[in-house]
Each structure stands twice: as C-alpha cells, then as structure tokens.
C-alpha cells in the first residue's frame, strides 16, 4: 500500500491544491507542501501531453532544490470539452461561461503525474469522462455564489457543491478531484520495483 512503500521517506507535494493535499491524508500521508511556482501551459499540444509536461516541471523544480532522497510528487489536471480546454476562470463571466458549456454533456478530465526519487522519474496521465444534468441560469448562479469554482479547473469540485450537477462519471473518481490515487500507487510500485533490480542486495 502506499503508506507502507512512503514510511521510510520524505514526501514533498509541488503543487499548492488543498484538494490533492486532502487526498494524501486519506491515504496515510503528511507530505510537506512546496508549491512549485511555475506556468500551467496551456497551448496546441494534445491534453495529456500538457498534463504530464506541466507535471513534470512542478515535480522537477522542487527536486533540483532538495535532497534527492526525497519523494517528491507534481501534478497538473484540466478539463476538455470537445476539444477546448477549460482551465481555472479568470473570473465570474468566464466561469459562468464554463459552466454554461458544460451543462447537459460529457467533458474529459486529464490529470499528469510525476514522481521524481533519486535519479528515477516516472510520468503518467489519467483520464476521466464527467457527464453533467442541464444546469438553469439559477443553478448556474447559485453554485457561483458559494466561490467554489473560481480555482478549480472547468470551474468546478466534484467534491463540494458542484457534485449535485454530476449525472455520471467513468473512470477514476479521484482523478477528477485532481490526483488520480490508483495510478499514483502503480507509478510508485515500479519506481520501487526498478530501484531493487538496479541495487540488488
């Protein structure tokens, strides 16, 4: 289990998300938080090439700075409608109009993960499918009263007030609150795994 292949290590998470740190918790984790501040990219590059990229620099930045002995952890998450990238609203107009784009269909949500320790690196992605139920303008209003989508990609949290607008999600759970925790744990396994068969013994 995860807990039980971190108990020895230092454990840093790059990235500034109270949820991503929320989720380490439910899994036995107190990693130390630094924040790697670089620029999410979002450009013409296919949406799990961005993810795991944007990843990699988080989770690179903060290791060059640190002793390689730790376990450190990026991660970057976007959400895709019909080949548009929703990343977090600038402001209320735009994250009404995410929203607005989003009610009745189904968006694709991409998380990149990068584990750097020692000299291993190990990068992946996950994909999500979210279907949301039409939203009213009331709907749409209300849930933007309550702050919850201004810092979250698509201008929504599946885990707070914006779940009462999800019909159906295929794919990993997790992965749309932001940290896919599956893949992390497989991702883990073969660094592990890869160190024991370069250092025998």
């Known amino acids: 289990m995860i807990h039980n292949l971190l108990n020895d290590k230092k454990v ?3 990235s500034s998300s109270p949820r991503r740190l929320e989720l380490f918790k439910m899994i036995g984790l107190q990693p130390l938080v ?8 979002i450009n013409g590059e296919k949406p799990y090439i961005q993810v795991m990229h944007n990843a990699k620099n988080k989770a690179s930045t903060i290791a060059a700075l640190i002793d390689s002995e730790t376990v450190v952890v990026g991660a970057d998450t976007i959400v ?3 080949n548009k990238i929703l990343g977090k609203p600038e402001n209320v107009m735009q994250a009404k ?3 607005t ?11 990149g993960v990068c584990i750097c320790w020692k000299t291993l690196q190990a990068i992946n992605y996950e994909r999500s499918l ?3 139920s039409p939203l009213t303008e009331t709907d749409i209003d209300a849930y933007i009263a309550t702050g919850e989508p201004m810092d979250k990609a698509g201008a929504y949290g599946i885990q707070g007030f914006g779940s009462q607008f999800i019909k159906r999600i295929t794919g990993c759970y997790y992965n749309v609150m932001g940290f896919p925790i599956n893949l992390f ?17």
């Open 12 to 14: 840093v998470l790059a």
């Open 101 to 111: 784009l989003l009610s009745g269909k189904t968006h694709k949500v991409y998380t």
């Open 130 to 132: 979210v279907e949301f």
């Open 34 to 41: 630094i924040p790697a501040k670089v620029e999410e990219t």
């Open 80 to 82: 895709v409608l019909e």
């Open 97 to 99: 109009e995410f929203l």
């Open 185 to 201: 744990y497989r991702m883990l396994s073969s660094i592990f795994e890869s160190n024991n068969i370069d250092n025998p013994g």
